[in-house]
């Protein structure tokens, strides 16, 4: 639902920006996904598995160590990871695919499922990107034109 009324607003943001400002965002979107998959790709093994996912999973939970990751544990650490601080609380509700308010092994799984597109059982990097570029545009232009709403 989110990503739904995301892309609505995207489309009317679009209609408002010069073309120019549209893309210097792409731009944008495009160099931090590419810097987010090298990130995300912690076994090095050329594609986003569920081994990294649970890494990074780990990564994030740390207060408590509780197997959930809280909107506060996720918020804190994405923002000092990247700069893409903007979109974490949109990312979050994104990563809380059953809306339980924390995010666990179950919403991963969902949200694996999710970004395979092609069903095949592997993150590819084209799938990764793709799927994030979609996401974060929606997000970043959400979060432009309301402050604080993402
Ligand atoms: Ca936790
Ligand atoms: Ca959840
Ligand atoms: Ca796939």
Same mark, same amino acid.
């Given at each position: 639902?989110?990503?739904?009324? *995301?892309?609505?607003?995207?489309? *009317?943001? /679009? +209609?408002?920006?010069?073309?120019?400002?549209?893309?210097?965002?792409?731009?944008?979107?495009?160099?931090?996904?590419?810097?987010?998959?090298? =990130?995300? $790709?912690?076994?090095?093994? &050329?594609?986003? $598995?569920? +081994?990294?996912?649970?890494?990074?999973?780990?990564?994030? #939970?740390? %207060?408590?160590? #509780? +197997?959930?990751?809280?909107? %506060?544990? !996720?918020?804190?650490?994405? @923002?000092? @990871?990247?700069?893409?601080? =903007?979109?974490?609380?949109?990312?979050?509700?994104?990563?809380?695919? #059953?809306?339980?308010? &924390?995010?666990?092994?179950? $919403?991963?799984?969902? !949200? /694996?499922?999710?970004?395979?597109? #092609? $069903?095949?059982?592997?993150?590819?990097?084209?799938?990764?990107? %793709?799927?994030?570029?979609?996401?974060?545009?929606?997000?970043?232009?959400? *979060?432009?034109?309301?402050? =604080? @709403? @993402?």
């Amino acid at each position: 639902m989110l990503l739904f009324v *995301s892309v609505l607003l995207v489309a *009317s943001a /679009f +209609g408002q920006s010069t073309n120019n400002e549209v893309h210097q965002i792409q731009q944008k979107i495009h160099h931090e996904v590419t810097q987010l998959y090298h =990130g995300a $790709d912690v076994n090095q093994n &050329g594609e986003f $598995d569920k +081994g990294d996912m649970h890494s990074l999973f780990t990564k994030y #939970d740390l %207060n408590p160590k #509780d +197997g959930t990751v809280t909107k %506060n544990e !996720f918020v804190s650490s994405f @923002a000092a @990871a990247n700069n893409l601080g =903007g979109v974490a609380s949109g990312l979050f509700l994104e990563l809380d695919m #059953d809306k339980s308010g &924390g995010i666990t092994d179950h $919403d991963l799984n969902l !949200f /694996f499922a999710k970004i395979d597109t #092609d $069903d095949n059982g592997h993150v590819s990097k084209h799938e990764f990107v %793709n799927y994030f570029n979609q996401l974060f545009t929606a997000l970043l232009i959400l *979060s432009l034109n309301h402050p =604080g @709403a @993402a």
